[in-house]
């Protein structure tokens, strides 16, 4: 069973001298799976339940729980319709997000809902993202109060009124093609829905019908999730090692920051403001339950819509609880053709760095790591650049995935001067697509 937000799955044997073997061959060498090394060991579960046997037409539900990894494009209510509705009639749609995007949708019968599994499961919404992970929900009824993009009611049309004449239902937000659902029995090969974006991040607008607000009873809390927001909620920071800068270094790889403000009623716990909800959804799947200097972060959507300066204060490091970053020109997604250039990548061992004058060597850069106290690289690689580039790039390849995390949080900007330069360099880290040098 995986539990993808969680980066863990459980295995069930068929005897515990099995799992026996399996967890003494984990300690006894390293074993790698995708880059990254894996850790085994007992479970407290005695058994993998699960709620239903889908091959079972008798049993089931007919509510599935989609989870949506690396969600590069906004998941809304008419996206997941435009997927799941020609294979099995959907009632209703509720996408909420905690540890990442998720959302339950409501099928007409049980067995809509055992093939929409059998067909979806593993699929990409778009090329190389959304990914869909889907399992059988707790709820076996969705009680949705409003239609839009985080929830709809299909069976209830009066939850919405009608814009000048157009109706209900939109298309989907990247449109919908009639070769978008590749089903070739139990499995999809290639992407749901087509991109019709030339930028590979750009985000467009949705539009949004008015509101209706009716007395109907809430939805169960467990599942509603909050509201969309641009603001994210990070708590686990060390209380003497993190700023609002070292936040800002972080968190900009998802997104353009606008202000930071730690929250003195909480303390090691931060608001960030970023650019849209998107960059919040890129923040949370990308840097929820890292470690940091020896803590876990926990990132969240917030229940603000904005990051307002009051009660700042002094942090243990001397410097302020707030700071404004909307018009440093560090923010790496400020237009369309910037945004672009960005890869969005999970936290890696390796480190993609650029902007380096050219005579700056590898110990000065190590030499670097040393004066920050933060962990140094093991390995060291230099792109070659044209003979009139004014800067460098490479790659840095540290011990573990928590180090180069450390060394980009503290690094990331920082400010490189040489002898008579005029103008400093300023340092640009990213996680790398690269596992090992």
Not at 62 to 89: A, E, M
Not at 227 to 249: D, E, W, Y
Request: with cysteine.
């Amino acid at each position: 069973m995986m539990m993808p937000f969680k980066r863990q799955a459980l295995v069930e044997f068929s005897s515990v001298e099995s799992a026996d073997r399996c967890v003494s061959c984990g300690a006894k060498e390293p074993v790698y799976i995708a880059g990254q090394q894996a850790y085994f060991n007992y479970s407290t579960s005695k058994r993998i339940t699960r709620p239903t046997n889908a091959d079972n037409p008798n049993s089931g539900n007919k509510v599935l729980l989609l989870s949506i990894q690396n969600p590069l494009y906004p998941i809304t209510t008419d996206v997941l319709y435009t997927v799941c509705n020609p294979i099995g009639s959907v009632l209703r749609i509720v996408i909420f997000k905690r540890n990442g995007i998720q959302a339950m949708v409501e099928f007409e019968s049980v067995q809509c809902a055992q093939k929409a599994k059998a067909a979806l499961n593993g699929a990409d919404i778009y090329a190389g993202c959304c990914t869909l992970k889907i399992e059988y929900a707790r709820p076996t009824r969705l009680n949705v109060i409003k239609n839009d993009n985080e929830s709809w009611d299909y069976t209830k049309p009066y939850l919405v009124r009608r814009d000048r004449g157009k109706g209900r239902q939109k298309q989907a937000i990247l449109g919908e093609h009639p070769s978008a659902y590749a089903d070739n029995g139990y499995g999809v090969a290639c992407p749901l829905l087509p991109l019709t974006s030339n930028s590979r991040y750009k985000l467009t607008s949705v539009d949004v019908p008015d509101m209706v607000s009716y007395p109907l009873p809430q939805s169960s809390p467990s599942y509603s999730g909050h509201a969309p927001s641009s603001v994210a909620m990070v708590s686990g920071l060390h209380p003497s090692k993190m700023n609002c800068t070292r936040i800002f270094n972080l968190f900009c790889l998802y997104g353009n920051i606008e202000k930071v403000k730690f929250m003195k009623s909480v303390p090691g716990t931060a608001l960030v403001e970023m650019g849209d909800e998107y960059a919040v959804d890129r923040a949370i799947t990308h840097l929820n339950s890292i470690k940091l200097f020896g803590k876990r972060l926990n990132v969240c959507v917030s229940k603000q819509h904005a990051v307002i300066p009051s009660q700042v204060f002094e942090l243990e490091d001397g410097s302020s609880s707030y700071k404004d970053f909307a018009m440093t020109r560090n923010n790496r997604f400020s237009s369309a053709g910037q945004a672009s250039k960005n890869i969005i990548q999970p936290p890696s061992a390796v480190l993609h760095y650029y902007n380096v004058p050219p005579c700056v060597s590898q110990d000065q850069l190590l030499k670097l790591c040393t004066e920050h106290d933060v962990p140094g690289f093991i390995k060291f690689k230099m792109f070659d650049a044209k003979p009139s580039s004014k800067t460098i790039s490479g790659l840095l390849e540290f011990d573990s995935k928590t180090e180069a995390v450390e060394a980009l949080t503290v690094l990331n900007h920082y400010q490189i001067r040489i002898p008579n330069g005029s103008n400093p360099y300023t340092l640009k880290l990213c996680f790398s697509t690269s596992s090992h040098l």
